[in-house]
T-cell receptor, first 114, second 109 residues
Framework: NAGVTQTPKFRILKIGQSMTLQCAQD?????MYWYRQDPGMGLKLIYY???????DKGEVPNGYNVSRSTTEDFPLRLELAAPSQTSVYFC?????????????FGPGTRLTVL | GENVEQHPSTLSVQEGDSAVIKCTYS??????FPWYKQELGKRPQLIID?????GEKKDQRIAVTLNKTAKHFSLHITETQPEDSAVYFC????????FGTGTSLTVIP
């Protein structure tokens, strides 16, 4: 299994540009998450999904959108990028319940908005 | 909603000493408490976890204790080594999954 994969690894955007951060998992996990991590800070939840077709806002959803058309994929869309969105973005997935609550993280996407 | 507080935010110890990181949570429905280690430039990775029906769990030099009545849990690292230097996050899983704010641990050789 590849686990959780993210693309791209690095990206530089200009203010006002848009982009989609890709996330995929091959573990058949129902739950998927998007976090952002600013330098020296903790993980802030942007959006999450408990299954295909279901998404919900986390702590810091403004400026982002998500979709979950399949169990495997959970892309994060940035519209009108702003310098405040400069961060490292982590995608994670897990299967809830007694067997596994562990969140598995992708390698991250480092985004800079100039 | 859930609120997970983590202390201290930074911790420096001499190699060979012990390190303790503490977390408190507010949601009584929380029943799963993992600890993640994040090395510089890398993704968070699970190092140990504990469920609400267990009071203590140990894995070599790492142990976690849970006090459900007081709603707090702690990570204990004994015989610290320089490679233990990293940021450690606690989390609580109940109605939602919430991370603490992180502890930057430095082990001084």
């Amino acid at each position: 299994n590849a686990g959780v994969t993210q693309t791209p690894k690095f990206r530089i955007l200009k203010i006002g540009q848009s982009m989609t951060l890709q996330c995929a998992q091959d573990m058949n996990h129902n739950y998927m998450y998007w976090y952002r991590q600013d330098p020296g800070m903790g993980l802030k939840l942007i959006y999450y999904s408990v299954g295909a077709g279901i998404t919900d806002k986390g702590e810091v959803p403004n400026g982002y959108n998500v979709s979950r058309s399949t169990t495997e994929d959970f892309p994060l869309r940035l519209e009108l990028a702003a310098p405040s969105q400069t961060s490292v973005y982590f995608c994670a997935s897990r299967t809830p319940g007694r067997r596994g609550n562990e969140q598995f993280f992708g390698p991250g996407t480092r985004l800079t908005v100039l | 909603g859930e609120n997970v507080e983590q202390h201290p935010s930074t911790l420096s110890v001499q190699e060979g000493d012990s390190a303790v990181i503490k977390c408190t949570y507010s949601d009584s429905a929380s029943n799963y408490f993992p600890w993640y280690k994040q090395e510089l430039g890398k993704r968070p990775q699970l190092i140990i976890d504990i469920r609400s029906n267990v009071g203590e769990k140990k894995d070599q030099r790492i142990a976690v204790t849970l006090n459900k009545t007081a709603k707090h849990f702690s990570l204990h690292i004994t015989e610290t080594q320089p490679e233990d230097s990293a940021v450690y996050f606690c989390a609580a899983d109940g109605n939602q999954f919430h991370f603490g704010t992180g502890t930057s641990l430095t082990v001084i050789p």
